[in-house]
């Protein structure tokens, strides 16, 4: 199973850049890495996604590696309204079928 | 974009009855949706894959007979907890991919469940 290890928690003051980096050493050759962000008694939000190298969009970054062992999730100039959980996953392809186990998470804390 | 929706968002019952969670694709058809459970502080919790027009795969230590899923159409799966308990208190989740066939497209979620069993 490919497995996901990344901070508890992590605090930041409005305005700054984030950085949050997700461990996923098995990562299967056709995994993509996707974040999701979750707010408090709401369903997980589509942040990013990708393979290798980086990827942006207009809310984050997405660093990975060539080995692809690991990601990094980068917000750029983090508000209040960022504080939430974030979540790395990889995919999964077990004996049922492929699903998407989550991890933890990364609960972001963002202060004024 | 797709839109998953989740009906109802909180639910309130007695202890020994029985609730019905909705999971829609609202714009986009799933031949699989997916459906979590949440305790509060901790991480989603896969509790099993709902398939269209077959039987669900329940996940280990997932009790398929009370936790009933029906997945009827490609727009619709539903969660039913059987004989509701205190203890299946929780926030549940309904996920499903837009696009069939690929594994790797991102998820949609639902914006939860809220059940309290008094």
């Known amino acids: 199973l490919a497995k996901t290890t990344q901070p508890i928690s992590m605090d930041s003051y409005e305005g700054q850049e984030v950085n949050i980096t997700c461990s996923h050493n098995n990562i299967a050759t056709n995994d993509y890495i996707t974040w999701y962000q979750q707010f408090p008694s709401q369903g997980p939000r589509f942040i990013i996604q990708?393979?290798?190298t980086k990827v942006t969009n207009e809310v984050a970054s997405l660093f990975i590696p060539a080995d692809r062992k690991s990601s990094t999730l980068s917000l750029p100039r983090v508000s209040l309204s960022d504080t939430a959980v974030y979540y790395c996953?990889?995919?999964?392809?077990?004996?049922?079928?492929?699903?998407?186990?989550f991890g933890a998470g990364t609960r972001l804390f963002v202060k004024a | 974009g797709a839109v998953v929706s989740q009906h109802p968002s909180w639910v309130i019952c007695k202890s020994g009855t029985s609730v019905k969670i909705e999971c829609r694709s609202l714009?986009?058809?799933?031949?699989?949706m997916f459906w979590y459970r949440q305790f509060p502080k901790q991480s989603l919790m896969l509790m099993a894959t709902s398939n269209e027009g077959s039987k669900a795969t329940y996940e280990q230590g997932v009790e398929k007979d009370k936790f009933l899923i029906n997945h009827a159409s490609l727009t619709l799966s539903t969660l039913t907890v059987t004989s509701a308990h205190p203890e299946d208190s929780s926030f549940y989740i309904c996920s499903a991919r837009e696009s069939v066939g690929d594994m790797n497209s991102p998820l949609h979620f639902g914006n939860g469940t809220r059940l309290t069993v008094t």
């Open positions: 996953l990889v995919g999964d392809s077990g004996t049922g079928g492929f699903k998407t186990i």
């Open positions: 990708g393979y290798k």
């Open positions: 714009d986009f058809q799933a031949t699989t």
